[in-house]
């Protein structure tokens, strides 16, 4: 590889300076530019269907009803990277969440977030926000964070999404203000997105 093409590939990867510079794909497979969603609010989050988190999809939607009429937007990707816990095609995935919990927002085509399959989207989210920690309260929070400690004792020092339901909130200038890993009370990011909008 030359010189220049080298540089070439790198300034490519470092393009993307904005969360609108990205294009995901819908459910059917189809490009979607994250430039619609400019001036609005958005919630980013990775999920699954088969994960003791995934009740945390009543709170989306609550979140989605409460604030959708003011500019916000939740924005769901499904991810089968941890535990295989989002099994099935997207269609599947999307036929389970509507008729368990009645969602209205968004729904993506399945992605990866970590490794070298990762979503662009999710390469660019991370880089923004690192790891905030697993509440060492919450059962579920205690468990992996016990199982991440016996693979690598400094993971928290690394920026990947370490597990499903992790969450960006983006205000309406396309900035990351905050990541909430899944262990993060909802109620907080509840109040969250009513302080970003209102105050």
Same mark, same amino acid.
């Given at each position: ?26 459910? &059917? ?6 430039? +619609?969603? @400019?001036?609005?609010? =958005?919630?980013? /989050?990775?999920?699954?269907?088969? $994960?003791?988190?995934?009740? &945390? ?6 979140? +989605?009803? @409460?604030?959708?009429? =003011?500019?916000? /937007?939740?924005?769901?990707?499904? $991810? ?120």
């Amino acid at each position: 590889m030359t010189f220049m093409c080298a540089v070439a590939m790198f300034m490519g990867a470092t393009a993307q300076k904005s969360i609108y510079d990205f294009t995901v794909r819908d459910q &059917q497979g189809q490009e979607v530019s994250m430039s +619609q969603y @400019k001036g609005k609010y =958005l919630l980013v /989050v990775n999920t699954a269907t088969q $994960c003791g988190f995934t009740p &945390q999809y009543r709170y989306l939607e609550y979140m +989605q009803e @409460k604030y959708g009429d =003011l500019g916000f /937007v939740v924005l769901d990707f499904p $991810c089968n990277q941890f535990g295989e816990q989002a099994p099935g095609s997207s269609e599947e995935i999307h036929s389970f969440c509507t008729q368990k919990y009645g969602i209205t927002f968004p729904q993506f085509e399945k992605i990866d977030v970590n490794g070298e399959n990762a979503s662009p989207l999710f390469v660019w989210l991370k880089e923004q926000k690192g790891f905030e920690g697993f509440d060492l309260d919450n059962k579920i929070g205690l468990a992996l964070h016990k199982n991440f400690l016996k693979i690598d004792p400094n993971y928290a020092e690394s920026p990947d999404i370490k597990w499903n339901f992790t969450k960006f909130l983006i205000d309406k200038d396309g900035n990351v203000v905050k990541r909430y890993e899944p262990t993060t009370d909802m109620d907080v990011i509840v109040n969250d997105i009513y302080n970003l909008m209102f105050n």
